[in-house]
Nanobody
């Protein structure tokens, strides 16, 4: 059984920074993609950023230049560095690990950006 545990969320003022972490435990094999998603109240969950096991990244237009996704394959841990945060970044942030044979979600961590 695989578990994903997110941490690093919290309350921050606009313009501030947060770093989210996603630690995976269990049998995670290589060749997966790690993604960060977010869901604001009343809105659908959306992809924020993703990174393959080889390091290829993809970002939503709304976070390009402000957020950076990274991963440490040896530690089965992914990160989302969020800079220049805006009130519209307020949401529950979830990490996901997926491959052709599995998909796992974390429980989510709240990020609140005050104006």
């Amino acid at each position: 059984q695989v578990q994903l545990v997110e941490s690093g969320g919290g309350l921050v003022q606009a313009g501030g920074s947060l770093r989210l972490s996603c630690a995976a435990s269990g049998n995670i094999f290589s060749g997966n993609t790690m993604g960060w998603y977010r869901q604001a109240p009343g809105k659908q969950r959306e992809l924020v950023a993703s990174i393959t096991s080889g390091g290829s990244t993809n970002y939503a237009d709304s976070v390009k230049g402000r957020f950076t996704i990274s991963r440490d394959n040896a530690k089965n841990t992914g990160y989302l560095q969020m800079n220049s945060l805006k009130p519209e970044d307020t949401a529950v942030y979830y990490c996901k690990i997926s491959s052709r044979s599995y998909m796992y979600w974390g429980q989510g961590t709240q990020v609140t950006v005050s104006s």
